[in-house]
């Protein structure tokens, strides 16, 4: 089994930032795609951003293109999501994702496992 398992949450005035990390283990981190999804209470986990096993090729929804910046460090086993311009409607509990087909994918239902997830709080 894989264990992700996410750091990096907390409360940012508008406007302000936070780096998300997500750190693997139990099998190849560098192998494989990896995502950011986040769901707001009372709505669906929503696509936030992936990136390729190689770091080459990445993806970012329409509402965060611009403002997130996701990266990953293989020799660390880690994924990053780095949030700038942070507005209220970024709040969320945010899930770091591991993807274990060929193809990166933005496909919520492509990702077979989770970590616990970190809040994310941006007060207006």
């Known amino acids: 089994q894989v264990q992700l398992v996410e750091f990096g949450g907390g409360l940012v005035q508008a406007g302000g930032s936070l780096r998300l990390s997500c750190a693997a283990s139990g099998r190849t981190f560098s192998t494989y795609p990896m995502g950011w999804f986040r769901q707001a209470p009372g709505k669906e986990r929503e696509f936030v951003a992936a990136?390729?096993?190689?770091?080459?090729?990445?993806y970012y929804s329409d509402s965060v293109k611009g403002r997130f910046t996701i990266s990953r460090d293989n020799a660390k086993n880690t994924v990053y999501l780095e949030m700038n311009s942070l507005k209220p409607e970024d709040t969320a509990v945010y899930y770091c994702?591991?993807?274990?087909?060929?193809?990166?994918?933005?496909?919520?239902?492509?990702?077979?496992?989770w970590g616990q997830g970190t809040q994310v709080t941006v007060s207006s």
């Open positions: 994702a591991l993807d274990e087909s060929v193809r990166v994918t933005t496909n919520t239902r492509e990702y077979d496992y």
């Open positions: 990136i390729s096993w190689s770091g080459g090729i990445k």
